[in-house]
């Protein structure tokens, strides 16, 4: 069984970065794709980037191209998400997840930051 | 890449058959997966590989898919469906692309 749980709440200003975790526990980080998904206010729901193991790297939307970074950290079974030149509408609910098996879906997903961008 | 329409609403009553579709030109090539996300919480996939249901969702959930149009059928549907539901699938590249949303209400 995996267990994504994810960094709490931030509040950013226009312009600046913020870095999101996702703690991977039940499996190893290595053996799962990790993808970033996020949600707008009363919006849909809107991929941001993930790791292909077709691959074996990672690709991004291309409306975050060059502004935004996924990492990992196999150490501590933690990825990242950061997110560059924020703006207004960049405010939204950000979730990890992943596939427990090989596959461009997820059934299992993290709780959800919420990220606030506001001056 | 490419969209993946669906409705963005639908109603029905108690003990009805809801009926969700979601197309796409791609889809043929690319299995559909769909999702149900209840207010303030993560999504949760209930198909998978267009019509297999994973373990603990209910039998009342199906899927189908035909030529570049799948479906998502709950029949004799009950007041704990009431959420949003998203289709989602992947381009040649392994991009995911999500359908809009359509919002059930259960009458």
């Known amino acids: 069984q995996v267990q994504l749980v994810q960094s709490g709440a931030e509040v950013k200003k226009p312009g600046a970065s913020v870095k999101v975790s996702c703690k991977v526990s039940?499996?190893?980080?290595?053996?799962?794709?990790m993808h970033w998904v996020r949600q707008a206010p009363g919006k849909g729901l809107e991929w941001m980037g993930g790791f292909d193991p077709e691959d074996g790297e990672t690709i991004y939307a291309q409306k975050f191209q060059g502004r935004v970074t996924m990492t990992e950290d196999t150490s501590t079974d933690t990825a990242y998400m950061e997110l560059s030149s924020l703006r207004s509408e960049d405010t939204a609910v950000y979730y990890c997840a992943t596939p427990s098996w090989r596959g461009y879906f997820a059934d299992y997903w993290g709780q959800g930051t919420l990220v606030t961008v506001s001056s | 890449s490419y969209g993946l329409p669906q409705p963005p609403s639908l109603s029905v009553s108690p003990g009805q058959t809801a009926r969700i579709t979601c197309s796409a030109d791609a889809l043929p090539k690319q299995y559909a997966y769909w999702y149900q996300q209840k207010p303030g919480q993560a999504p949760v996939l209930v198909i998978y590989k267009d019509s297999e249901r994973p373990s603990g969702i209910p039998e009342r959930f199906s899927g189908s898919s035909s030529g570049t149009t799948v479906t998502l059928t709950i029949s004799g549907v009950q007041a704990e469906d009431e959420a949003d539901y998203y289709c989602?699938?992947?381009?040649?590249?392994?991009?995911?692309?999500f359908g809009g949303g359509t919002k059930l209400t259960v009458l």
């Open positions: 039940g499996y190893t980080l290595t053996e799962l794709s």
């Open positions: 989602q699938s992947a381009d040649s590249s392994g991009a995911w692309v």
